[in-house]
């Protein structure tokens, strides 16, 4: 079973940017990203197909947030620009046979890495 490491969380000041990393283990099919905020639950960044073609967003983060993949180093993207206090939360990638917004269609998921945006 494939398994997915992310990285390049840390913290920034609001308007900063930061880049995430998702690298697989193997083949990964639909990679997206999830974030988790404390007390708040589970929510839909972005997806990504396997051919890097379809990208979706939440729309309320289109703009600032974009989703790209090197699939010849198995790795998966997530460009945080703008950044704004409201975006720290734990963000987790994950891996599916399809790309959906639902975090029940990705059965293969990432330890997460915490993204703490300052005011």
């Known amino acids: 079973q494939v398994q997915l490491m992310e990285s390049g969380g840390g913290l920034v000041e609001a308007g900063g940017s930061l880049k995430l990393s998702c690298t697989a283990s193997?083949?990964?099919?639909?990679v997206a990203w999830f974030r988790q905020a404390p007390g708040k639950e589970r929510e839909f960044v972005a997806t990504?197909?396997?051919?890097?073609?379809?990208?979706v967003y939440n729309k309320s983060l289109k703009g600032r947030f974009t989703i790209s993949r090197d699939r010849d180093k198995n790795t998966v993207y997530l460009q945080m620009n703008s950044l704004k206090p409201d975006d720290t939360a734990v963000y987790y990638c994950?891996?599916?046979?399809?790309?959906?917004?639902?975090?029940?269609?990705?059965?293969?998921w990432g330890q997460g890495t915490q993204v703490t945006v300052s005011s």
């Open positions: 994950a891996t599916g046979t399809i790309g959906t917004s639902r975090a029940r269609d990705y059965g293969t």
């Open positions: 193997g083949l990964a099919f639909a």
């Open positions: 990504i197909s396997f051919g890097g073609s379809f990208p």
